[in-house]
């Protein structure tokens, strides 16, 4: 299994961005758990969103109304849609993915993580 994020750049704050996290050599039959977690320079990773096999979503306190996670399992693709970005949203975002979670926005539970990519709001 491979998850290659895309979508991360510098924006000013109130910006938006698209974060998209490609998954090849995974199935999307049966239960799974699609995340977004973000690590901010001397912060612990901290999950932002996820969306499950029913498209049931998730979302961190400090994110619910500004970023929208998406899913689209015909060409197994998950978006994370950022708005209203404030500075405190900058950090590595990474695309994780595992199939039994309790938390699905607790990081220690994912097994599968892309390699990330860069959001800085300045």
């Known amino acids: 299994v491979q998850l290659v994020e895309s979508g991360g750049g510098t924006v000013k704050p109130g910006g938006s961005l698209r974060l998209s996290c490609q998954a090849s050599?995974?199935?999307?039959?049966?239960?799974?758990?699609m995340g977004w977690l973000r690590q901010a320079p001397g912060k612990e990773r901290e999950g932002v969103a996820a969306i499950d096999s029913d498209g049931i979503e998730s979302y961190t306190d400090s994110v619910k109304g500004r970023f929208t996670i998406s899913q689209d399992t015909a060409k197994n693709t998950v978006v994370l849609q950022l708005n209203d970005l404030r500075p405190e949203d900058s950090g590595t975002y990474y695309c994780?993915?595992?199939?039994?979670?309790?938390?699905?926005?607790?990081?220690?539970?994912?097994?599968?993580w892309g390699q990330g990519t860069q959001v800085t709001v300045s």
């Open positions: 050599g995974y199935s999307t039959s049966g239960s799974y758990y």
């Open positions: 994780a993915t595992d199939r039994l979670l309790m938390r699905p926005l607790n990081p220690s539970e994912y097994q599968i």
